[in-house]
Nanobody, 125 residues
């Protein structure tokens, strides 16, 4: 059973940096997460959950929301089995709960979509 667990959230001052990690387990049939699209999403209080960054492991390509381009970077660590979100130049509007999603539905069927529990990021002075 695939499981995702986010970590690395916390309180940071504006202009600061954080690294979020999404620890994946149960991907035994998918070496190096092959066939999965990983997405970091965030949900601020009383707002919808929005995509922040996306990593397509099959194409080795990444995409970002306009609001975070040039500040956030998503990457994959095959040894540690993590999907990381490196966040720089943080702003108060980046405050949200950040979630990791693994979408393997294209390769492994309609049930192959998984979410983590989320980690809180608060940007405040």
């Amino acid at each position: 059973q695939v499981q995702l667990m986010e970590s690395g959230g916390g309180l940071v001052q504006p202009g600061g940096s954080l690294r979020l990690s999404c620890q994946g387990s149960g991907f035994g049939g998918s070496p190096n997460f092959r066939g999965y699209i990983f997405t970091w999403c965030r949900q601020a209080s009383e707002k919808e959950r929005d995509m922040v960054a996306e990593l397509n492991t099959a194409r080795n390509s990444a995409g970002y929301a306009d609001s975070v381009k040039g500040r956030f970077t998503i990457d994959k660590d095959n040894i540690l089995k993590t999907i990381n979100l490196w966040m720089n130049s943080l702003k108060p509007e980046d405050t949200a709960v950040y979630y990791c999603k693994a979408d393997g539905t294209m390769w492994y069927g309609p049930d192959a979509e998984y979410w983590g529990q989320g980690t809180q990021v608060t940007v405040s002075s």
